[in-house]
């Protein structure tokens, strides 16, 4: 059976996720972020890091995250605002505003699943994928992107749209504006990041999508084998 690491800070989201019993029947580990040292993550197959974790705490344990993905089999996903793009090497992040209402008023931002026949969209939904984002990726050579924001022609002639804090949220000219990517070349370990924080809104108890992400995801790492390794990306091809 694959051992699932849920890496938190304990915020109330993160404990709330703990407690949900259907995280609960994943046998998914409580290891607690600010007490991690180097070698706790090994003889886990699967990652997942929470969303939102304290800055200076991922700063400290980042190395311990990457170094996670360096051993073939093992499954990470990096859920959204944790700065990823501060030291995940390979990954950059800009920041996006939040258009929270988006789902109810159903505008169009220009969030597109993208490469849908790519073999991970079996772990995924558009629901799962379509709520809200907190930023934009480049991202590995390597990597496939499975959601990202495109410029939308009728967007063209609008003003620039902005959140409550007026930062602009659709997607920036040439940019490769990814959502979520899955990536199984860049590291021996497969990974997926995304700027969706799932494990936030989960626990926070709302915001549709976030639970069918969050759920889907530690399946996914439940098919983690440190000891075969046979990545997704091998049935791409």
């Not at 600010?34 to 991922?58: C, I, N, Q, S, Y």
């Not at 959601?147 to 002639?157: D, N, Q, T």
Request: glycine share 8%; net charge negative.
């Amino acid at each position: 059976m694959s051992r699932i690491a849920f890496l938190h800070t304990g915020s109330s989201s993160h404990l709330a996720d703990l407690r949900d019993p259907a995280v609960r029947a994943m046998d998914v580990t409580d290891v607690y972020a600010p007490e991690l040292h180097e070698g706790d993550l090994d003889g886990f197959d699967g990652l997942f890091v929470a969303a939102r974790l304290h800055p200076a705490v991922m700063t400290h344990i980042a190395p311990s995250v990457v170094d996670f993905l360096r051993a073939p089999g093992a499954r990470a996903y990096i859920d959204g605002e944790n700065s990823v793009g501060d030291w995940l090497p390979g990954t950059s992040e800009t920041r996006r505003g939040t258009n929270f209402w988006a789902w109810r008023l159903r505008e169009d931002v220009g969030r597109r699943s993208v490469n849908t026949d790519h073999p991970f969209w079996k772990h995924l939904a558009d629901d799962a994928v379509h709520w809200h984002y907190h930023g934009v990726l480049t991202h590995p050579s390597s990597a496939v992107p499975l959601v990202r924001l495109e410029e939308l022609p009728e967007h063209a002639r609008d003003a620039v749209a902005v959140d409550p804090w007026q930062i602009p949220y659709r997607a920036i000219p040439g940019h490769a504006n990814t959502l979520l990517y899955y990536d199984a070349g860049t590291f021996p370990a497969e990974l997926v990041v995304s700027t969706m924080d799932s494990s936030y809104h989960h626990g926070a108890g709302f915001m549709p999508g976030a639970t069918q992400l969050m759920y889907r995801m530690l399946h996914w790492l439940r098919g983690a084998n440190t000891r075969c390794s046979t990545p997704d990306s091998a049935m791409a091809a």
